[in-house]
């Protein structure tokens, strides 16, 4: 079993406690911006978007 240090961080812990945009934000945007492209909708992944962006 590994052992995962208690003081480790995630990059996106990091991005949402400096208020920068994460990588989430950018992933499902571009899931966006492709469904849009080709006439879908992709509702979860805008939907992240919200969810997970800096206050």
Known sequence: MVTID???R???SD???AQ????ADWF???????AQRL?????VS???RQVV???
């Open 6 to 8: 208690p003081l480790t």
């Open 10 to 12: 995630s990059s996106m």
């Open 15 to 17: 991005d949402l406690a």
């Open 20 to 23: 920068r945009a994460t990588e």
């Open 28 to 34: 499902n945007g571009e899931v966006v911006k492709l």
């Open 39 to 43: 006439g879908l909708s992709a509702p």
């Open 46 to 48: 805008a939907r992240l």
């Open 53 to 55: 962006q800096p206050s």
